[in-house]
């Protein structure tokens, strides 16, 4: 059983990531197995660019979790969706020292639910728990994420609504 936890930046993948590792889980960080499928940089989104068709294709499935923006792309047999309320996201990633205009793309595609859209086109509603993270620690995240990858918690999404934050023009 391979579970996914896919989200935008800042919503605390990595973090609850590591509590899953703590509690024994085999977790993989994704950003540590792209290094071969890098194609170049978009500097003006200070970015990396990725084959993610080549990297998804070779990817070798495992018994645990994966986590990383990227983990929607993979097939997971379940796939949680971090999500955080874009005011806090952007407190996140500010305290990470990202410059502004990254933390503002980050929060407008967190307001406009990219992550969600993109994983609910790649997978079944019955395998999809997004999770919102806002005001809740790397425990709890990880509570629900152990009880939905056992099937002890169902499936569920599409309660949220961030449209409010968004700050584009
Ligand atoms: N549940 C939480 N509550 C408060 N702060 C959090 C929470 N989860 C993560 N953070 C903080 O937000 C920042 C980003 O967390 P983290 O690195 O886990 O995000 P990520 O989703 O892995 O991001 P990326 O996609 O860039 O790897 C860190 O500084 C972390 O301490
Ligand atoms: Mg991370």
């Known amino acids: 059983m391979m579970c996914g936890i896919t989200g935008t930046p800042g919503t605390g993948k990595s973090m609850v990531g ?3 590792s703590r509690r024994g889980h085999t977790v993989v960080h994704l950003t540590d197995t792209v290094g071969p499928y890098v194609s170049g940089n978009d500097a003006e989104r200070d970015a990396r660019i990725i084959d993610t068709d080549r990297w998804a294709a070779e990817f ?7 986590e990383g923006h990227i983990a929607h792309l993979l097939p997971c047999d379940r796939i949680v969706v ?9 407190k996140r990633l500010a305290k990470r020292k990202y410059r502004k205009e990254k933390v ?4 407008d595609a967190e ?7 993109e994983t609910v086109e790649n997978f079944s509603p019955v395998q999809i728990l997004e999770l919102d993270t806002t005001a809740r620690d790397a425990t709890y995240c990880a509570d ?26």
């Open 18 to 20: 590591d509590e899953l």
């Open 60 to 66: 070798v499935p495992v018994d645990g979790f994966v």
């Open 82 to 90: 971090l999500r955080c309320r874009p005011d806090e996201l952007k």
């Open 104 to 107: 503002r793309e980050n929060a």
């Open 111 to 117: 307001a406009l639910d990219v992550c969600l859209i």
């Open 144 to 169: 629900q994420i152990e009880r939905f990858e056992k099937g002890a918690i169902p499936a569920d999404f599409g309660h949220i609504d961030w449209s409010g934050f968004l700050e584009v023009q």
